[in-house]
């Protein structure tokens, strides 16, 4: 399931060349995906009580158009692909008029919190990317 988070930016997301720095569009999408797993009741206690924490390993992002100060954009969060120990976001940063201001896939493996290693996606979250 898609979950959409709306924003705006700040001044001080903006950079010398007068628009969102390239950083802040990482941070946009971070906060895309807390709202995912917000929504879907997966807080991070709950991770914990599962014995799991979630790690960003990689990001692929194509930025595509800039966004400004005052600009409303929706950052869109939707599962994509799941794997045994990781999961893939697919995610899009949009600007109020529909444009492609960016987008990415995230992909984020599960680790024990003993061990620090890499675990199995717990049922809880493999569920969602087969809904």
């Not at 797993?37 to 014995?51: I, K, N, S, T």
């Not at 979630?54 to 595509?64: E, P, S």
């Not at 799941?82 to 493996?109: H, M, P, W, Y």
Request: aromatic content about 8%; glycine content about 4%; some cysteine.
């Amino acid at each position: 399931m898609e979950v959409t988070l709306e924003i705006v930016v700040r001044s001080t997301e903006i950079d010398v060349n007068g628009h969102v720095n390239n950083a802040k569009y990482l941070e946009y999408l971070e906060w895309g995906r807390e709202e995912w797993f917000e929504r879907h009741d997966l807080h991070y206690d709950r991770l914990l009580a599962m014995g799991v924490q979630t790690v960003t390993v990689n990001i692929n992002i194509n930025y595509r158009k800039e966004c400004r100060q005052g600009d409303v954009l929706q950052i869109k969060t939707r599962p994509q692909k799941l794997g045994r120990t990781s999961f893939v976001f697919q995610q899009e940063i949009c600007k109020q008029n529909g444009d492609l201001a960016a987008d990415a896939a995230v992909t984020i493996v599960t680790i024990d919190t003993e061990s620090r290693k890499s675990r199995p996606v717990p049922e809880e979250i493999a569920r969602l990317f087969h809904d």
